[in-house]
């Protein structure tokens, strides 16, 4: 195939830490047919001097402008920031979202390969309410979570303040339920991973929603989990997804992201062969603070 504007590739990061290990992802991205878009969560230190290399071959281009909180809207209105960039420049082939704790499990030409053989399938991964959806989940979309963003801190006192806001959220919440309260009642609902390769139809689409997005779920936990899902469960792409089985099978975004042994597991030195000999594209999570052994493993047998 030759190399053309709307053969290109379009790679969204969502990083806040860790810049040796994001200098190594980009590294393993480089190549002339991928622009890198990089979004630094506006709380963290780190700077685009931090992670640009200069001799990539590829465009990158480097932002810091939302801050981004755990399971808050900041999350999923960051992911729209980069989308919105990467169409400004051009329209793309596809469109992947990572996190800098992901690394590629296949060399670039196998994963360009992989996109123009299955050109126009939608990589997103999700499940709908029945059997492998817990009833729970709707909870986090049909009620207003007035201060989800203040969780999940870290030391003794943040914990107790944790615990306090979420007994606050969820008194709330008893009071909603008595009163009938339902977000989610015009629409499908769905939930799934945060993580996508889509088309560029439906990264237009996506923004085409971009206001409804901002209002439906603002105020919600893990929109990021849920907007997208929803986007495609309730229009005509549901039909263009890669897996249609809709069961958790990581083939729905070709991510190798262990929930059995972490939330996700954080991938070490052992997993080696196991990451290596996956028919996934991509895996999460890594750490270089938990084991830089497995991330210079990876480099080493993709730059091979």
Request: charged share 30%; net charge positive.
């Amino acid at each position: 195939m030759s190399i053309g504007k709307r053969n290109k590739h379009a790679y969204l990061l969502l990083v806040d830490k860790n810049p040796w290990q994001i200098k190594k992802l980009l590294l393993l991205l480089d190549h002339k047919r991928n622009d890198i878009f990089i979004h630094i969560d506006a709380k963290s230190s780190m700077t685009a001097n931090d992670i640009v290399i200069p001799e990539m071959v590829s465009d990158v281009y480097v932002f810091k402008e939302i801050k981004i909180y755990w399971s808050d809207i900041s999350l999923t209105m960051a992911e729209i920031f980069l989308l919105e960039k990467a169409k400004s420049i051009q329209r793309y082939q596809y469109y992947h979202l990572l996190s800098g704790s992901d690394l590629p499990l296949k060399k670039q030409q196998d994963i360009l390969q992989f996109f123009d053989d299955n050109n126009g399938k939608e990589f997103v991964e999700y499940q709908v309410p029945g059997q492998y959806l817990e009833k729970p989940y709707y909870e986090r979309i049909k009620y207003y979570h007035v201060l989800s963003k203040h969780y999940r801190h870290h030391g003794k006192f943040h914990l107790v303040k944790d615990y306090f806001f979420v007994a606050v959220e969820y008194t709330v919440i008893f009071f909603q339920m008595i009163l009938g309260v339902n977000r989610i009642k015009n629409f499908k609902f769905a939930k799934g991973s945060q993580w996508f390769d889509i088309t560029d139809d439906l990264a237009t689409f996506v923004l085409s929603k971009k206001e409804w997005i901002k209002k439906q779920f603002n105020r919600t936990r893990a929109s990021d989990e849920s907007f997208l899902s929803i986007l495609v469960e309730n229009s005509d792409f549901k039909e263009r997804l890669y897996n249609k089985k809709l069961n958790g099978d990581m083939t729905g975004n070709m991510r190798y992201i262990d929930w059995s042994r972490g939330e996700p597991y954080v991938f070490k030195k052992e997993d080696l062969n196991d990451l290596m000999s996956s028919n996934l594209l991509f895996a999460r999570k890594f750490d270089e603070n938990v084991d830089k052994e497995i991330i210079e493993a990876v480099f080493s047998v993709l730059m091979s």
